[in-house]
């Protein structure tokens, strides 16, 4: 019984927020855990149309062949999340998460996935700083389903592809740290 409790308690502490892109208007969903309860939400349609334009400008500084160093993008940045933030109407949506709520994952569609979601400014902060416990990303809410029922008592092994195409400056270091964390391991 007591096991159970703390389950129910752990439970509420979790939470999912779906993003989905529609033809017409951007929709979120709140899941609480194993899909107790299901709130949803959804955009004025003309923030479909500020989405693609601030996603294409952003794209547009990332991959401009002239600024390889990539200055532009980096001094829009701050700027752009900002105006993501106000476009997906964080603020709004995370109203209709549980105060307790301690880590959050998000599941977000199509080129939102792109995009780093967990470092949107909100109420002066920005998302991650608001979970204690973390933000983290699903592909899709079958798949975090999938995870969270699956049994994975001893888990001993890892399989990561580092840096293939030499281009993500971080990513040996984030591989190498995590692979320590294993008791046998292979480069």
């Known amino acids: 019984m007591r096991g159970e409790i703390n389950s129910r308690e752990e ?22 855990p194993n899909g107790q309860e299901l709130t949803s939400w959804q955009s004025p349609p003309e923030d479909l149309q500020a989405l693609f334009d601030w996603r294409n400008a952003y794209l547009d500084d990332y991959y401009n062949p002239e600024d390889r160093e990539k200055n532009q993008w980096k001094k829009q940045l701050e700027t752009r999340l ?12 995370i109203t209709y998460l549980p105060a307790e709520c301690q880590r ?3 599941i ?20 991650m700083d608001l979970f204690p416990q973390g933000v983290g990303y699903a592909p899709s809410c079958q798949i975090l389903q999938q995870l969270q029922l699956r049994q994975r008592d001893d888990f001993q092994s890892l399989f990561a592809i580092q840096n293939p ?7 040996d270091l984030e591989v190498d740290s995590i692979l320590n964390t294993f008791p046998s391991h292979q480069a």
């Open 82 to 93: 900002q105006e993501l933030a106000k476009i997906l109407h964080l603020e709004e949506i």
């Open 165 to 171: 195409t030499e281009d993500l400056d971080y990513a």
């Open 108 to 127: 977000p569609h199509r080129f939102l996935h792109l995009f780093p979601l967990h470092a949107l400014p909100v109420n002066n902060s920005y998302l």
């Open 11 to 32: 439970a509420k502490r979790k939470q999912a927020e779906e993003w989905y892109i529609t033809a017409e208007n951007i929709l979120a969903f709140m899941i609480k």
């Open 104 to 106: 959050l994952t998000l």
